[in-house]
């Protein structure tokens, strides 16, 4: 599975972006798809995630303000990203996970940045 994630960029405390990652490949597989972010010193840490069924979940530290969604004509995923704060700055990478013969794999796209000035 190949991944492009787009739509990043700076934007002022309070304002709005929207991330999309585009699946390619053996998109048939996917389990699941999801946001990570890293911020500059930190871990990668988990933002949202949607499963193939539809199901979400959030970290909570975005619940409220993230909105992920998938677009399965498109085979994309979207976050829509509101209220943003000065610590929602970090590179955001969105991955995938296979179920392949009862195993499951993780692909990861590029990250794209997302800065958000005070």
């Known amino acids: 599975v190949q991944l492009q994630a787009s739509g990043g960029g700076l934007v002022q405390a309070g304002g709005s972006l929207r991330l999309s990652c585009a699946a390619s490949?053996?998109?048939?597989?996917?389990?699941?798809m999801a946001w990570h972010r890293q911020a500059p010193g930190k871990q990668r840490e988990l933002v949202a995630g949607i499963t193939s069924g539809g199901s979400t979940d959030y970290a909570d530290s975005v619940k409220g303000r993230f909105t992920i969604s998938r677009d399965n004509a498109k085979n994309t995923v979207y976050m829509q990203m509101n209220s943003l704060k000065p610590e929602d700055t970090a590179v955001y990478y969105c991955?995938?996970?296979?179920?392949?013969?009862?195993?499951?794999?993780?692909?990861w796209g590029q990250g794209t940045l997302v800065t958000v000035s005070s």
């Open positions: 490949g053996n998109i048939n597989s996917i389990y699941a």
């Open positions: 991955n995938a996970v296979l179920l392949l013969f009862g195993d499951y794999k993780s692909h």
